[in-house]
């Protein structure tokens, strides 16, 4: 089949409701990995629905115990067509959030696989089944049509990555061997715009952190004690105050990157507009340097005192949850020894310093000069009849650094799904013509691989 055919066996597939009958399957299953979830459902997500499809595929299959106790189990296929060619690693995630039925509207349930017009509706649609569906099918579609790839794939499924990817940098680290390649291609997250593919090459890291005035036991009474007493609150609020400035630009010299190089720019300058206020972040960048190009300080929450009834009192403590998100460039290991020093010279030795709960995400970036960035830009432009928006990273958060670090993979994202999917919340669905555009052009792009796998 040449590339023409394919692209239309591939639109085929979903106008036909093929990729629709085969979603509601992986829906309907109730691969939840939080707290309402249950194992034998993580386990029957790989044990009944991929281990047969990709059986069939003519791939090896093997489940696998996660490596931590009480964690998820993890699935490595791999179809191996010959020693010279080049190996492809697909991820994906089976696992979902929570369903939360009652947050849905009606006529919608979060394991039943609802259309309505252009959206199909259900819990993990977009976050992560279509996803790795999508590319699954797009391999399978090649095997049936040519009769093989011409590549080696290798896919790799976890069903933890709804909480933190519990095991899998311990499982990647052990089963280094099997999952080497030569790129990892993998689909998560949204597009940037609706109608135009998006590809980036990692992510950006997460850390979060407490800030903690804790002065004394107990309230004492604002009359007798104001003005006597220091007041937590003002403190906490004043150091805050030394991170950033008014509009929230970072003043702490190792939190601000240096990886914003000309070509990082060149390529964030094409993109699309994005919602912002225009008096807010670093006042030198664009929007699009801002979110993919910058790191950032938040403060996600904050308390002293009862709020919903305050006291005549000045509060022992004050506390806040902060967090940065943060681009290739930042030292991780020095994030918080870098806030410390800062509060420190600042005058706020009393500013406790204490690490927040679950693990910090690696900043990750690939080059998007990279010989398969390009090559993948080239196939996503041949397949759509545009230019895809080219990030260097995601501005959210991904376990990327197992696949850049652990495995030393170049790695590719091509998500097939759009901003206001409603992932993590009620009422998620994914777009059918991003499914549509998503399947064709992931199709296109193994053909591509597989007629220049010599020089890849
Ligand atoms: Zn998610």
């Excluded at 041949?382 to 260097?392: E, Q």
């Excluded at 990327?400 to 999917?421: Q, R, V």
Aim: glycine share 10%; aromatic share 6%.
């Amino acid at each position: 089949m040449d590339r023409v055919q394919v692209i239309e066996a591939a639109g085929d597939y979903v106008d036909s409701g093929g990729l629709e009958a085969d979603l509601g399957r992986l829906v309907a299953r109730r691969s939840v990995s939080q707290s309402e979830g249950r194992w034998e459902e993580l386990q029957a997500y790989l044990e009944k629905e991929m281990q047969p499809l990709l059986l069939s595929m003519g791939f090896s299959v093997e489940i696998f115990d996660n490596p931590r106790e009480g964690g998820a189990p993890l699935l490595i296929a791999n179809r191996i067509e010959g020693e010279g060619l080049p190996t492809v690693l697909v991820y994906g995630h089976g696992d979902v959030c929570n369903g939360e039925a009652h947050r849905w509207r009606e006529g919608l349930e979060p394991f039943r696989l609802t259309r309505e017009d252009d959206k199909l509706y259900g819990r993990g649609t977009a976050d992560n089944k279509i996803q790795h569906l999508i590319n699954i099918k797009a391999l399978e579609l090649l095997i049936r049509k040519n009769g093989r790839l011409g590549f080696n794939a290798k896919i790799i499924l976890e069903m933890a990555e709804e909480t933190g990817s519990f095991g899998l940098r311990e499982f990647f680290k052990a089963n280094r061997d099997r999952l080497l390649a030569d790129v990892l291609i993998a689909s998560d997250g949204p597009r940037l715009a609706i109608d135009t593919p998006t590809m980036f090459m990692g992510s950006r890291g997460g850390m979060s952190f407490n800030l903690i005035v804790n002065l004394r036991d107990g309230d004492h009474h604002s009359g007798n004690f104001g003005g006597l007493l220091a007041d937590p609150a003002i403190i906490l609020a004043q150091a805050i105050a030394t991170i950033t400035d008014a509009r929230g630009q970072i003043k702490i010299a190792e939190w601000r990157p240096t990886s914003l190089t000309p070509d990082i720019r060149a390529v964030l300058r094409d993109l699309p507009p994005r919602r912002h206020d225009a008096d807010w972040g670093e006042s030198d960048l664009t929007p699009s340097e801002r979110v993919f190009g910058w790191n950032s300080f938040a403060v996600l929450a904050l308390s002293s005192g009862n709020i919903d009834a305050p006291q005549n009192a000045i509060s022992g403590s004050a506390r806040a949850t902060c967090q940065l998100r943060f681009v290739v460039g930042t030292d991780i290991d020095n994030i918080i020894p870098a806030l410390r020093r800062h509060l420190d010279a600042n005058g706020f030795p009393m500013v406790e310093v204490r690490a927040a709960r679950g693990e910090a995400f690696q900043a990750t970036r690939f080059s998007p000069d990279h010989p398969w960035v390009r090559f993948v830009e080239q196939s996503l432009t041949r397949s759509a009849g545009r230019r895809p928006h080219v990030l260097p990273n995601l501005a959210g958060s991904l376990p990327n650094d197992a696949f850049t670090e652990i495995l030393g993979l170049p790695t590719i994202w091509i998500p097939h799904s759009y901003a206001e999917c409603g992932q993590h919340g009620p009422n998620e669905h994914v777009l059918i013509p991003i499914a549509r555009e998503g399947m064709q052009v992931m199709t296109a792009l193994f053909l591509d691989i597989a007629e220049n796998a010599a020089s890849l």
